[in-house]
């Protein structure tokens, strides 16, 4: 099992939808969690940290769950601007290490 | 947050050569890190740059093929080795920033170098 697992999609949705991505980890000590944006040839950049009780940044909100070992993205109102790969980052348990994932790609189109 | 040069680019190269990748910060770290993305793969990590100490390798990347130096805080270099066409990858160099807000450690990356081996 992978230690960090995302749908790879694509995603593929209208301008205003709604689009949520989940991410599971396998290291339940996993102490950092991150979502990063990375477009296409470019490098990633960090979107948001993703606190315990949830947090939100205007039209994004990251959530944790402990219990079940994932996180999750959710995006409200899409733009033909969030258009690119978003990856699921977690670090601790032991590692300083941050481990990504394989990335979820979403396309918004017109 | 930092910033990183990070150089060349892209290249593209001949099988057998060796290429140096140079990754320069705009402020003193600690920690200096190099990952690999093959095309529609996430980001592996090769290895920790350490300065004044030889490099951290993950599993599957050896010094050899991929020798790394750290001379200061400031400045690291990848050098891919004997290139063969399945090294064909962006590189990055990425450093680690305390973000004071939130006080998580995260990582700012380099714009990469795509390397292309022919």
């Known amino acids: 099992r992978k230690e960090v697992e995302q749908d790879p999609g694509p995603f593929n949705v209208p301008e205003g939808a709604t689009v949520a991505f989940n991410c599971t980890y396998s290291?339940?000590?996993?102490?950092?969690f991150f979502w990063y944006r990375q477009d296409c040839r470019k490098e990633p950049k960090l979107l948001m940290s993703?606190?315990?009780s949830g947090n939100e940044d205007g039209r994004f909100t990251a959530q944790l769950n402990r219990a079940s070992q994932y996180i999750s993205l959710l995006i409200r109102d899409s733009k033909l601007s969030d258009s690119a790969t978003y990856l699921c980052?977690?670090?601790?348990?032991?590692?300083?290490?941050?481990?990504f994932g394989r990335g979820t790609s979403l396309i918004v189109h017109p | 947050s930092a910033v990183i040069s990070q150089k060349p680019s892209r290249d593209i190269c001949q099988r057998g050569t060796s290429l140096t990748i140079q990754c320069q910060v705009d402020?003193?770290?600690?920690?200096m890190f190099w990952y690999r993305q093959q095309p529609g793969q996430s980001l592996t990590l090769i290895a920790t740059?350490?300065?004044?100490?030889?490099?951290?390798?993950e599993s599957g990347f050896v010094i050899d093929k991929f020798p790394i130096s750290r001379p200061n805080l400031t400045f690291s270099t990848l050098t891919v080795s004997n290139m063969s066409p399945e090294d064909s990858s962006i590189y990055l160099c990425?450093?680690?920033?305390?973000?004071?807000?939130?006080?998580?450690?995260?990582?700012?990356f380099g714009a990469g170098s795509r390397l292309t081996v022919l």
């Open positions: 993703v606190y315990s």
């Open positions: 740059a350490n300065q004044g100490s030889e490099a951290t390798y």
């Open positions: 402020s003193q770290v600690t920690m």
């Open positions: 980052v977690v670090r601790g348990g032991g590692s300083y290490i941050p481990t």
């Open positions: 290291n339940s000590a996993s102490q950092s």
């Open positions: 990425s450093v680690e920033d305390l973000r004071t807000v939130s006080g998580a450690n995260v990582l700012t």
